[in-house]
C-alpha cells in the first residue's frame, strides 16, 4: 500500500504558480519530486531488444528538463509477447546492463524510474520476420483490428507467462528502477483475462469476476514475491475501452479494487488496441479535448485509496494543475507535452509558461513514427529522438550575416537554430504573418490547434533574437543590397493545378481557395484528393457541415491514407456521420457538363459523378524556388529548407529548417 506525502519539498519560489504540480507525492518510500509523469511510449529507439544509447539520451533529456517519474516503455515478458518487430524484451538477464544505466541516467537528473512490463495476447500488430505469428489469449476470440485469431492459452502457459512477469521484476529490480507497472490497458493480456467478452474459460481463469481476476492478482503476487517491500507496483488500466465488446469501467474499477492490497498505484487511461474507434483514444489526435479522461479517472479516485495517475492530452502545466486540484488524479502523464518540450517542467517550474512548446495534438512524428517503425519524435521539435545527434548544438565557427527567406516552419526554425548558434540573423517573409502553410492548416476543421506550431515558434524567434522583418519580398535587388554570408531558402510552394481537361462548367477551384474563402462552393462538392493527407477530408468536412454534399474521391486505398492511423480513423469517422461519400482509387481525369470524371487507378475503368457544382483541387503543391538560381549566381552561401526543396508536410520542414541551421 501506498502513502502519500504533504505539499512540502519543491525550492522557494519553484512551482510557486503550480503549486498541486509541484508538490512531491511518496509512493512505498519512492519520493518523486513533483506530479508530472512520463508515461510509458515505445519509442522505437531500441535496435536489438535491448535498452541503447539512444535511449538512454532520450529519457535523460526529459530527466534534465524536470519530470517527476518517467515510465519506460512496454518490455514483452514472454516470447509470445513479441507484437512489434522492435519490442523492448526483459526475459533474460542481458536486459539487466541496458536498464541499469538508464536508471542511472535519470536518477542523475532527480527523476524516479519504472518500467512497464507487457504482454499483448491477441494484439500481434507484425512479426520481425514478416510473417504472421502465433497469438494466445485467454479464449480464442478473434481480434477486429489486426484479423488475428488467437489460440487459447493453455494453463501450463499461464503458469509460464506469470512466471514472467515475476522474473522480468525482478531483473527491473536488479537494474535499479524504482518500480514496474503491469500494463491491463488498451485491450493487452491481462485485460482479456478480465473482459467476460474475450476471456470465455471454463476453468479458473475464467468465469466470474473473481477468476477473470485471477491472472492479474497472481501476476501482482508473483512481482511481490521476487522483488521486495520497497519496491513499486503499478497497474496501468483503461477506464473503459470505449467498444461495444470492450472491458467497460465498472469491469476495470471491479478490477481495481479487489486488487488494490497488490497494488500502490492505479494509473488510468482509456481506449483499446483491439479497434480502430477504441485505439484512436491511445494517443487521442487534437480532435480530443485536453485532459479528457481526467473524469474518468475521478471515478477511479473515489473509490481507491491508492494514488492514481492519469493521460490523456494534459498537454499543458495550467490543465494538470486543475486536474489536480479538483481531485481527480494525483499524478498527471504528460507525454506527449515532453515529447514536443522536454523541458516543460522546468519552464512550468519557474512560471515560464509562454515558453513552454506545446504539444499540438498532431500524432504524426511520435505515434506517426511508431506505426511506421520509426523512431519517435515530434514535428515541432525534430531533437527528440535525434538526442545523439542533435541534443546540444555546435557553436558557430565564425559569426555570420544569415539572410533566412520565407518565415514558415522550416524558415522558423532554420533561424532560430542558426541564431542560437551565435550567427547574425534576419528572417524575411513577404506575407504580413509568418507561418506558411500552418496558417492554412489551423483553418481545416478540429486542427485549429495547428496553430500551435505558429506561435510556439515564434515565441522561439523572439528568444533566439531573431531579426523579423514582414512584407518584404526577397528580390535579387534585396540581396544585393544585403550582401549576406549565406542565404537558408524556405519559400514553401503553391497548389498544384494541371491543365484538366473542362468545359467550364463545373467551378474548379484550389483548396487553399476555398480556406481563404476566397470562392463559394456549391451545393454538390467533388474533392480531388491525391495527397491523401488531412488537406483533402478537412476541406470535405467543412463543406459538409456548411451544407454541401459531398464526393472524397481518393487516390489512394482510403481516406487519409498518409496519415498517422488515429488521426486517419478520428477523420473517418466524422466523415461517415457526415455522410460523405469516400471513393477509394479515384483519379481526377476532368469535367464535361455537370460530370465529373474520374478513373479508378487498377482498372483505367471511368467513374462518373453527376450534377456536380465544383471541383476542389487538393492535387499537391509544386516548390516555389525561384530565388535559388539567384543565390547561386550571387556567389552566396545557399541552403535550402522544406517544400522550396520538395513539397512534404510540417515536419520535414522542421527537421530541414534545424538541419539547415546547424550546417550554416
Ligand atoms: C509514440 C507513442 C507510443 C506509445 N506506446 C505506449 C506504450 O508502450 N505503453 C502504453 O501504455 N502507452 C503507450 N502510449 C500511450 C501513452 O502512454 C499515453 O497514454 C498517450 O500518449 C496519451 O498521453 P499524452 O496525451 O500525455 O501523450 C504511446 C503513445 C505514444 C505517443
Ligand atoms: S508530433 Fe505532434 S502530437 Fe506528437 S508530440 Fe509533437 S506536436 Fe505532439
Not at 528502477?177 to 490497458?185: K, M, N, Q, Y
Not at 488500466?237 to 470505449?242: K, Q
Request: aromatic share 4%; charged share 20%.
Amino acid at each position: 500500500m501506498a502513502e502519500q506525502a504533504g505539499q512540502a519539498g519543491a525550492g522557494a519560489d519553484e512551482g510557486a504558480m503550480f503549486p498541486h504540480l509541484f508538490a512531491p507525492l511518496t509512493i512505498r518510500g519512492v519520493t518523486l519530486r513533483n506530479r508530472i509523469l512520463s508515461t510509458g511510449h515505445d519509442t522505437v529507439l531500441p535496435e536489438d531488444g535491448t535498452v541503447n544509447a539512444a535511449l538512454i539520451a532520450y529519457h535523460a533529456a526529459r530527466a534534465r528538463g524536470g519530470v517527476g517519474l518517467i515510465v519506460t516503455q512496454v518490455a514483452g515478458v514472454h516470447e509470445t509477447a513479441r507484437y512489434t518487430a522492435h519490442l523492448l524484451m526483459a526475459t533474460d538477464d542481458g536486459c539487466i546492463p541496458g536498464y541499469r544505466a538508464l536508471a542511472e541516467a535519470v536518477h542523475g537528473h532527480g527523476a524516479a524510474v519504472f518500467a512497464q512490463l507487457f504482454h499483448p495476447g491477441r494484439e500481434i500488430m507484425e512479426s520481425a520476420d514478416g510473417l504472421l505469428a502465433v497469438a494466445y489469449a485467454p479464449s480464442s476470440v478473434p481480434n477486429e483490428r489486426f484479423h488475428v485469431m488467437p489460440r487459447a492459452l493453455t494453463p501450463r502457459m499461464i503458469d509460464e507467462i506469470v512466471a514472467g512477469y515475476a522474473a522480468a521484476a525482478r531483473r527491473m529490480r536488479a537494474a535499479g528502477l524504482d518500480g514496474v507497472e503491469v500494463v491491463a490497458s488498451h485491450g493487452y493480456l491481462p485485460a482479456q483475462f478480465l473482459n467476460p467478452r474475450v476471456n470465455l474459460r471454463g476453468d479458473v481463469w475464467g468465469g466470474d469476476a473473481a477468476g477473470r481476476q485471477r491472472f492479474l492478482r497472481e501476476v501482482l503476487r508473483a512481482i511481490r514475491a521476487a522483488t521486495d517491500e520497497g519496491f513499486v507496483i503499478g497497474l496501468r488500466i483503461s477506464a473503459g475501452e470505449r467498444e461495444e465488446d470492450g472491458l467497460t469501467a465498472v469491469e476495470a474499477l471491479g478490477a481495481c479494487v479487489a486488487l488494490e492490497a497488490d497494488l500502490d498505484y492505479v494509473n488510468v487511461t482509456t481506449g483499446t488496441s483491439a479497434t480502430l474507434g477504441g485505439a484512436v483514444h491511445i494517443a487521442p489526435p487534437m480532435a480530443f479535448a485536453p485532459g479528457y479522461v481526467a473524469p474518468d479517472a475521478a471515478a477511479f479516485k473515489r473509490a481507491l485509496r491508492v494514488p492514481v495517475f492519469v493521460a490523456g492530452r494534459i498537454n499543458q502545466p495550467q490543465e494538470a494543475e486543475a486536474i489536480l486540484a479538483a481531485g481527480q488524479a494525483d499524478m498527471c502523464g504528460m507525454t506527449r507535452a515532453m515529447i514536443a518540450d522536454p523541458e516543460m517542467p522546468g519552464k512550468a517550474a519557474r512560471g515560464a509558461v509562454d515558453d513552454i512548446r506545446a504539444c499540438i495534438g498532431c500524432n504524426q512524428a511520435c505515434i506517426g513514427h511508431f506505426h511506421k517503425g520509426m523512431p519517435v519524435s515530434c514535428i515541432q521539435h525534430p531533437e527528440t529522438g535525434r538526442e545523439m545527434a542533435y541534443g546540444t548544438l555546435p557553436p558557430a565557427v565564425r559569426r555570420k550575416r544569415v539572410m533566412v527567406v520565407g518565415a514558415g516552419p522550416a524558415g522558423m526554425k532554420a533561424a532560430v537554430t542558426a541564431a542560437r548558434r551565435g550567427h547574425e540573423v534576419t528572417l524575411w517573409e513577404a506575407g504580413a504573418q509568418p507561418g506558411g502553410q500552418a496558417l492554412l492548416a489551423q483553418l481545416l476543421p478540429r486542427r485549429a490547434e495547428f496553430g500551435g506550431i505558429v506561435t510556439n515558434l515564434l515565441r522561439e524567434v523572439e528568444r533566439a533574437q531573431v531579426r523579423l522583418r514582414r512584407g518584404v519580398r526577397v528580390t535579387e535587388e534585396v540581396l544585393r543590397d544585403e550582401a549576406p554570408d549565406a542565404v537558408i531558402l524556405a519559400t514553401g510552394a503553391r497548389p498544384h493545378v494541371p491543365d484538366l481537361p473542362t468545359d467550364g462548367a463545373v467551378q474548379v477551384v484550389t483548396a487553399w481557395q476555398v480556406l481563404r474563402g476566397e470562392v463559394r462552393p456549391g451545393a454538390r462538392v467533388v474533392v480531388a484528393d491525391w495527397r491523401c493527407d488531412w488537406i483533402g477530408p478537412g476541406v470535405a468536412e467543412a463543406l459538409a457541415k456548411a451544407g454541401s454534399s459531398v464526393v472524397l474521391a481518393v487516390n489512394g486505398l482510403h481516406v487519409g491514407e498518409v496519415l498517422p492511423l488515429y488521426v486517419r480513423d478520428n477523420i473517418a469517422a466524422e466523415l461517415h456521420r457526415l455522410r460523405v461519400e469516400v471513393r477509394p482509387y479515384a483519379r481526377l481525369y476532368g469535367t464535361a457538363g455537370n460530370t465529373v470524371f474520374l478513373q479508378h487507378t487498377p482498372s483505367g475503368e471511368a467513374m462518373e459523378v453527376e450534377g456536380v457544382d465544383t471541383v476542389v483541387l487538393c492535387l499537391g503543391h509544386r516548390p516555389v524556388d525561384d530565388l535559388a538560381d539567384v543565390v547561386e549566381r550571387l556567389g552566396i552561401e545557399l541552403h535550402m529548407a522544406g517544400d522550396c526543396l520538395a513539397p512534404r508536410t510540417a515536419e520535414e520542414a522542421v527537421f530541414e529548417g534545424l538541419k539547415a541551421g546547424v550546417a550554416v
